[in-house]
């Protein structure tokens, strides 16, 4: 789908639920709402919503470990597992 196709105003969402619902499900189509002529909104099946949260998820580990790596805040390995294994025989 073209970009310019999965941009709807409010007005066409609310006369057109089934319809996009319908083609979000079968076709992993996803549609920016507009209101007022700004977006406000983005509507996408919840498989594509669950792999873009684990994704942003994924991103943000790496980005503080690297903001931890260049901080020179961090464990060797074999003491961080060390430390855990500690900790779990405590708990």
Do not use: W
């Not at 789908?1 to 006369?15: C, E, F, G, R, W």
């Not at 099946?45 to 991103?59: E, G, H, N, P, V």
Request: avoid cysteine.
């Amino acid at each position: 789908m073209k970009i310019s196709q999965a941009i709807k105003p409010l007005t066409y969402l609310k006369a057109h639920a089934s319809e996009i619902l319908r083609d979000i499900n079968t076709n992993g189509a996803s549609y920016a709402i507009t209101q007022n002529g700004k977006a406000k909104a983005v509507m996408q099946d919840i498989a594509s919503y669950k792999a873009s949260q684990d994704s942003f998820t994924f991103l943000k580990i790496l980005a503080i470990s690297s903001n931890k790596i260049h901080q020179r805040k961090f464990k060797p390995i074999k003491v961080a597992f060390k430390n855990l294994a500690a900790r779990t025989r405590n708990e």
